[in-house]
C-alpha cells in the first residue's frame, strides 16, 4: 500500500534520507538523542544531581516529550504500522519512552532503587544512533559468515573456564577468595580475557601454576578469533572490490589495484569511492 | 564384526545421528549433562549447600545412575568394547561416574577435602559436549598446521619469562614480593600475557623499568601466534572452497566467491552449505 | 618565488636533508630534543629537583634559546612563511618554546600548578622527532584505508560501554565503587580493553556475570580492528611491491618474490631496497 | 683448515647433529642445562635453600664443572677459535659458567647481595636451548621484514606514552601516585600494553577520561603489530611452499594445496615434510 498526503510527506522526513527535511530531521535527532543520554549520566553523579536536581527532571520531560511525539508520529507515517512496532528499532524507540512513564507509577518505599533502575533503561535511546551508521555492512557480513566458527571458539572457552574455575576452587580454597565454582569461573573469565582485575588471585605455588597456564592458553586462543575474522574479512574486502562495475561499461572483476578499468580505460577511482571507502 | 538384534540396535541410538532416536537420545544426554554439572556449580556455595544439601546429594546420585547405566550400555553395544573403554571419550565417561562412588569408600579425616577434589573432576562430564560440535575441524586443522610454530613461539616465551623473572628476582627481592624465582617467573607470565592482576608488582624504578620492557615485548609478541595461526586458517579455508566440488558436473576448483558453477552454471550455494559452513 | 643567497642557503641546512649540512643540522637537532625532553623527565623527579634545581632551570633555558633562534630562522628562511607558521610542525615548533616564556609572567598564587601544566606541555618538543621517521607511510596509508570501519568499530564500542556501564550502576551501585555512570562507563572501558585495573570491581554475582560477559565480548572484538588493519596492511603490501620497477627496463608488475626482472633478468633487490625496505 | 684425528671426532660429537653420537650429546646437554636451571630456581626459594644448601651447592659445583669441561672442548675441537669465542653462543657458554667463579672471589660485606646476582645469571644457560630449536627460520624472516616497520611502531607507541605520562603527572600528580614523569611513563606503558596492574591508577575525572583514552589507543594500535606481522609471514609462508621443488623434476612453483608434481605427477608430501613442517 502507497501513502498519501501527510502521511507520505512526513514518511519522506521521518524515515527517508534522500530529501534535505530528512536528512536535517536526522541530525536534529541525533543531536537529541547524545544529549538526552548525557543528561542522564550527569543526573547520575550525586553532586550534579543535588545541585542542578529539578533542571534535569524538567529537561529529561522535554526529551521525553519529544521522542513520544517522534515515535507516535513514526507509527502514524509507517507503511506496515504492525511491522515497526515489532522490528528492533521500534522496540528501541519504545524502551526510550518507557522508563520516563513508569517512572511516575512506582513511587513508593522502594522508589530509589527503582527509579535508577527505569531512569538508566533510557540509556537505550543510544542504540538508535546505530540506525545511521552505514559502512558496518562488511564487517557485519564477515561476522555472518564467522558465526558458527567463533560459537565453536565461545564454546571451547568457556568450557576451558568452567574446568579451571573447578580445579582453581579445589587448589585454592575459599580462604583465598575462591569462594565458590561460580566465583572461580568468574577469575577463570578474568583471566583467560587477560583483563586480571587482581580482586582475586592465586596464592598457592600449585594455584599459580594453574593461573599460569590459564593465562598462556588464554594468551594464545586469542589469536583464533582474530584470525577467524581476518581471513572472513579479508574475503569479503577481496569481494567487495570485484565486484565493482566499472561506470562507463559496466564491466567488473577489475584487479584490486586496478585504477582505470581495464575494458574501456574508465577511472575506477570515483566508483570505488561510492561502493567501498 | 558386525552387529546384530538388540546390540545393532542399541549402538544406532548411542552413538548413531542417523536416526530420529539416535538424535533425541544425544539432545536428551546434553541436557543431562548441562544440569549436572549446574548442580555441581550450585552445590559449591555453601548458602545453596547449607540449604538443600539433601536434595544436592540425592539429585548427584540420579545423575550418578543414569550416567553408570549409559556407560555400561555404551561398551555393551560397542563394536570393538576394548578400543571404546581406552579411547578418550570411553576415559571421560568412567572419570565422570567415578569420583562419586570413591566418595563412598574414603570417609576419614581427610574426608572432606579428597571428597571435594573428587566431586569436582565430574565436571569433566562437560567435555562430554565436545563430541557433539562439528566445524571445529578447520579450526583444529589449522592449529595441527601451526603446531610446530606455535611451540617454537611458546619455548621463546617461556625462554624469556624464565630470564625476566630471574632478573626481577635480583633487582626487587624478597621485599617487594618477589620472594623466590618461581614467584618471579609466575609475575612475568601474569605481565607478558598483559593479565596485570597487580598482587605482585615492582617498585624501584630499575625493577619497573625492565616491567616495562617485559610488557611491550609481550605486547608485541603476541602478534606471533595471531599472524601463524591467521596465514594457515586464510589457507585452510581457500583449499576448503576450492576442494568444493559442483553437485551437478563434480568439477572442483571454483573461485572463492562463485555462486554458480563455472563449468556447468549448476548453482554451488547449497553445496557449500554442506561442506563450509 | 625562489629563494636566493643566504636565505637559500640556510633553508638547505634547516629544512633540506640532500647536502651534508643539513643532514648534520637534523642528526644534531633529534639529539638537542631528546636531551631537553630528558631534562624535563628529570627535573619533574622531586629528589633531582632539590638538588640539581639550578642547573635544571639553566640548561632549560639553553636549550629554549636553541629553540627559539631555530624557530626564528625557520621563519626567515622559508619559502612561504605563512604557511610554514601554520602548519602542523610550525605549530609543534611554537609549542615547544612558548611554555619557558610564559612561566614567567605567570607568577602568582597558583604559579606552581601553572608552570608545571606549562612546563610538561615543552614535551611536544619530541613531536618533532616524527619528522625524521619515513616508512610510515605505508601504515599510514592502510590506517587511511581503514579508518571508516575503524570509526564505526569505535562507535560501537563506546555504545556497548555506555550501555554496560549504566547496567552495572544500576546492578552494583556507589557502594561498591560504581559512583556514577561516568565512573561506570570508565569501568567499563578499562574492562572491554582488558586494562583492568582492579581500583573498581564488581562484588555481586549478578555484576560479576555482567563484567564476565563485557570481558568475553571485549575480548573478541579485539580480533576487528586487526582483521580490518591486516586486510589493508596486506593489500598495500601487496601493491607497494608490484608497483616496483626493474632500474633497467622500467617494467613493473613482478611477482613477489622474483628477484631479477621477468623481462629483462636485471636484479630487482636494490629498487626494492630503496622503495619498500 | 680442515680439522684431522681426535679434533675432527670431538668437532663431529659437539657441534654436529648428523652422527648418533652427536645427537646423543645435544639430548644429554639440554637436560643437563633443564636441570641446572632447575636448581637454581629451587636455590632461589628460602625454604629449600635453607634444608637442602649444601646439596645444592654442591650439585651447582657438578654442574658449572661439566659446563666447563664443555666449554674448553668447544674451543679446543673449533674450526675457528676466535670466531667461536666471540660468536653468540659462544659468549653465552661463557656467561653460563663465569658467575659460579665470580662468586667465589666477592665474598666480603655486600657477599649475599652480589652472590644472588652472579647466581641468577647463570639463568643464561637457558639460551643455549636456543640452539636446539630449529624451524623458527620462518618466524626470524618474518620478523627481519617486519624490522623496520616494526621500529617505527615503537616508537609511536613509546612517544605516546610520554606525552600521555606527561600529561597524567600535570592531571593527577604525586598525590595520585604519579609521583614523577618517568612514573607516569611506567603507568602509561602499563596502560597501553592492557596489563593495567592498578598499583598506579588515576582518581579525578579528567585523570580517568585520560586514562580512557590511552586505552581506547593501546587496544586498537595493538593491531598494527599483527596486521604487520600477519602480512609478512603470509608471504613467508607462501613464498616457502612456492620454492618447494619435486624431487622427481626438480620443478617448482607448485600450487600451495598442491599433492602431486603438476609437471611429472610425482607425489610432493615428503619433500614438503623436509622443507617446511
Redesign the interface.
Known amino acids: 500500500m502507497a501513502l498519501t498526503g501527510r502521511r507520505k510527506l512526513l514518511n519522506e522526513v521521518i524515515f527517508g534520507t534522500d530529501t534535505p527535511a530528512g536528512r536535517n530531521f536526522d541530525v536534529f535527532l541525533i543531536w537529541a538523542i547524545v544529549i538526552s ?1 548525557g543528561l ?2 550527569l543526573a ?3 553532586a550534579v544531581a543535588e545541585r542542578y536536581g529539578p533542571l534535569l527532571i524538567a529537561l529529561e520531560w522535554v526529551f521525553t516529550g519529544l521522542f513520544t511525539v517522534e515515535y507516535i508520529a513514526r507509527i502514524y507515517c509507517s507503511v506496515n504500522r504492525r511491522r515497526y512496532i515489532v522490528s528492533f528499532y521500534g522496540v528501541i524507540d519504545l524502551l526510550a519512552i518507557l522508563p520516563s512513564y513508569l517512572a511516575l507509577l512506582y513511587t513508593g518505599a522502594t522508589y530509589l532503587l527503582v527509579i ?2 527505569l531512569r ?1 533503561l533510557r ?2 535511546r ?2 538508535k ?2 540506525r545511521y ?1 552505514r ?2 555492512n ?2 557485519l557480513r ?1 561476522l555472518g ?1 564467522a558465526r ?3 560459537f ?6 568457556l ?1 576451558m573456564c ?2 579451571f574455575g ?2 582453581m ?2 587448589v585454592e580454597g ?1 580462604e583465598h577468595g575462591f ?5 572461580s ?2 577469575w577463570a ?11 582475586i ?1 592465586p596464592q598457592t ?1 600449585l594455584g ?2 594453574i ?2 597456564m590459564t ?2 592458553i ?3 586462543i ?14 569479503e ?3 567487495e572490490r ?1 565486484q565493482l562495475a566499472c561506470h562507463n561499461c559496466s564491466r567488473s572483476a577489475h584487479d ?2 586496478a585504477e582505470y578499468c581495464k575494458f574501456c580505460g574508465h577511472r575506477l577511482e570515483d566508483a570505488e569511492e561510492v561502493s567501498e ?1
Open positions: 543520554v542522564v549520566l547520575s553523579i550525586s535508577r533502575l538508566v540509556i537505550f543510544i542504540l544512533l546505530v551508521l559502512d558496518a562488511i564487517l564477515a559468515l558458527r566458527k567463533i565453536v571458539f565461545y564454546s571451547s572457552v568450557v568452567v574446568i573447578a580445579l576452587f579445589v575459599p569462594t565458590s565454582i561460580p566465583t569461573i568468574y573469565i578474568v583471566t583467560i580475557t587477560t583483563v586480571g582485575y587482581g580482586d588471585s605455588p599459580q601454576s593461573a599460569a593465562m598462556l588464554g594468551y594464545s586469542i589469536a583464533v578469533p582474530t584470525g577467524i575474522l581476518t581471513a572472513e574479512l579479508a574475503g574486502m577481496h569481494r570485484i584490486p589495484d571507502v
